[in-house]
């Protein structure tokens, strides 16, 4: 039995190249799943056909890519991508307060025409891929990361945006700096028995239910098993609900 408590939480990445790799995907794995995440890759590769996969077969999904632009156009941009049928869309943080604001105006608006409910709309603070040597030599951003994304965390709260992209390991630090309500959906989801391939601040499905995600990204450690949905099955075990 699958828990739909459970379910809800699970994001399951669609990093692949192909169309066809990534409906397969859907189809086998779409009991477990609560939303396909459909990120630059596929997005730019596939995108519509694919999003209009995942809506036939009436899953969720999250269009992960990362929204950062002048105000004016990303509301437009995030408008399209409601209308589109998202559940869920990203934005960069460092967008600054009021680009994301007009994001979620225009998200809100383009709801309400559907007469839909509003999407998650979650802010990327620091990408994982910028270390403290870039902020520092590259990028002369004078700031601690980890200070620098609770800060961006609390900007996208002041924005009236519904979380962040954060490993579990920031997770506890950007639920009390911004509230329990605050959404933190988490990458780098690695079970016991799965390798870490490039991830470096990783944790365990498990841990990361422990520590309050709301949502768990699950990637390599499915969609590179030998049997996805055996897979899939043992991390809900691990969960403890299976
Ligand atoms: O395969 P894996 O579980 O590592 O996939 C992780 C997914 O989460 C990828 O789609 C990646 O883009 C995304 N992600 C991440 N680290 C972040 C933000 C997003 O790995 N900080």
């Not at 794995?29 to 730019?44: A, D, E, I, N, R």
């Not at 994982?128 to 002369?140: F, P």
């Not at 601690?144 to 800060?151: H, Q, R, S, T």
Request: proline share 3%; charged share 25%.
């Amino acid at each position: 039995m699958i828990d739909e408590k459970i379910k809800e939480k699970i994001v399951l990445a669609l990093d692949v190249e192909t169309f066809e790799q990534a409906k397969e995907l859907v189809d086998e794995l779409s009991p477990y799943v609560g939303t396909f995440k459909v990120g630059l890759q596929l997005y730019t590769g596939f995108g519509n056909e694919i999003i209009d996969y995942i809506k036939s077969k009436n899953s969720n999904f999250f269009l992960d890519v990362k929204l950062m632009d002048i105000p004016n156009t990303v509301k437009k941009a995030s408008e399209n991508i409601v209308l589109r049928g998202a559940n869920f869309y990203n934005v960069h943080a460092l967008g600054g307060l009021e680009m994301m604001k007009q994001s979620k105006e225009g998200a809100c608006a383009a709801a309400q025409k559907l007469g839909k409910k509003p999407p998650l709309i979650l802010a990327v603070t620091v990408l994982t891929s910028i270390s403290q040597e870039v902020l520092d030599d590259e990028l002369k951003v004078n700031a601690e990361v980890k200070g620098l994304a609770i800060n961006l965390a609390k900007l996208a709260k002041q924005a009236g945006l519904d979380g962040v992209v954060a490993s579990v390991h920031e997770l506890r630090a950007i639920k009390e700096a911004c509230g329990e309500d605050f959404k933190v959906l988490c990458p780098g989801i690695r079970p016991l028995w799965s390798l870490k391939d490039d991830q470096k601040r990783i944790a365990t499905p498990a841990q990361a239910l422990k520590d309050g995600a709301d949502y768990l990204v699950i990637g390599r450690a499915v969609t590179s098993a030998p049997d996805r949905v055996e897979a899939m099955k043992k991390i809900y075990e691990e969960m403890g609900v299976i």
